[in-house]
Nanobody, 117 residues
Framework: VQLVESGGGLVQPGGSLRLSCAAS????????MSWYRQAPGKERELVAR????????MYANSVKGRFTISRDNIKNTVYLQMNSLKPEDTAMYYC???????????WGQGTQVTVSS
């Protein structure tokens, strides 16, 4: 099982980034997918979540209207489009796969996002 995040980097305030998380080794379309982030000295927090079929999403209040989560169940990939980035969005971003019925959870290794001028 692998979850491999990519797309992080350094961006100026107001800029955009698109994170990707490529999954392998499990039935991706049966898992709810989420993006979390963790800033230095802070707890990991949920950023966005999407259901297995992609029909429903939810967002943390801090990113609502700026971030968009989506998934491609053919490519086994989940995305996080981040617009209007702020310095407080700086964190390590992780993707998570969750299947309620199997009680299985998988995490990626993370990708760093730094928003700074």
């Amino acid at each position: 099982v692998q979850l491999v995040e990519s797309g992080g980097g350094l961006v100026q305030p107001g800029g955009s980034l698109r994170l990707s998380c490529a999954a392998s080794g499990f039935t991706f379309s049966s898992y709810r997918m989420s993006w979390y982030r963790q800033a230095p000295g802070k707890e990991r927090e949920l950023v966005a979540r999407i259901t297995d079929g992609g029909g429903s999403t939810m967002y943390a209040n801090s990113v609502k209207g700026r971030f968009t989560i989506s998934r491609d169940n053919i490519k086994n990939t989940v995305y996080l489009q981040m617009n209007s980035l702020k310095p407080e969005d700086t964190a390590m971003y992780y993707c998570k796969a969750f299947n309620y019925y199997l009680s299985q959870v998988y995490w990626g290794q993370g990708t760093q996002v730094t928003v700074s001028s």
